[in-house]
Nanobody, 113 residues
Framework: QVQLVESGGGLVQAGGSLRLSCAAS?????MGWYRQAPGKQRELVAG???????NYGDSVKGRFTITRDNAKNTVYLQMNSLKPEETDVYYC??????????WGQGTQVTVSS
C-alpha cells in the first residue's frame, strides 16, 4: 500500500487559483482527488490513470485540470476560478497495481468571498 503526501492547500479569494500536489511512495495505477465538506459525502473532483486518461466531476469541468508525473509518482490538481462553495478538505486517493487503495491525510482549501 502506497503512502500519499498532499500539499498545496490554503486560502484563496473567489475567482483565484490553487494547485494541489500528491506524491505517492510508489507506482500507482490511478490517482485522484476527492473533496468533502462537513456532513457531506466525499465526492470525486478528478481522476487520472497512469496512461493519462482523466475524468472530472461535473461541477469542475473546464476549471480544474488534473495531471501526473509518472516518474515522480505525483499527481497535480490545478484549480482555477475557485468558488466559495468549494471550500472543503481535499483528499488524494491512489489505487496501486495490486488493487489496494490509499488515502492521503487531506488538505484544506478555503475560498473566501
Amino acid at each position: 500500500q502506497v503512502q500519499l503526501v498532499e500539499s498545496g492547500g490554503g486560502l484563496v479569494q473567489a475567482g483565484g487559483s490553487l494547485r494541489l500536489s500528491c506524491a505517492a511512495s510508489g507506482s500507482t495505477y490511478r490517482m485522484g482527488w476527492y473533496r468533502q465538506a462537513p456532513g457531506k459525502q466525499r465526492e470525486l473532483v478528478a481522476g487520472i490513470t497512469s496512461g493519462g486518461s482523466t475524468n472530472y466531476g461535473d461541477s469542475v469541468k473546464g476549471r480544474f485540470t488534473i495531471t501526473r508525473d509518472n516518474a515522480k509518482n505525483t499527481v497535480y490538481l490545478q484549480m482555477n476560478s475557485l468558488k466559495p462553495e468549494e471550500t472543503d478538505v481535499y483528499y488524494c486517493k491512489a489505487l496501486d497495481h495490486s488493487g489496494q487503495t490509499s488515502w492521503g491525510q487531506g488538505t484544506q482549501v478555503t475560498v473566501s468571498s
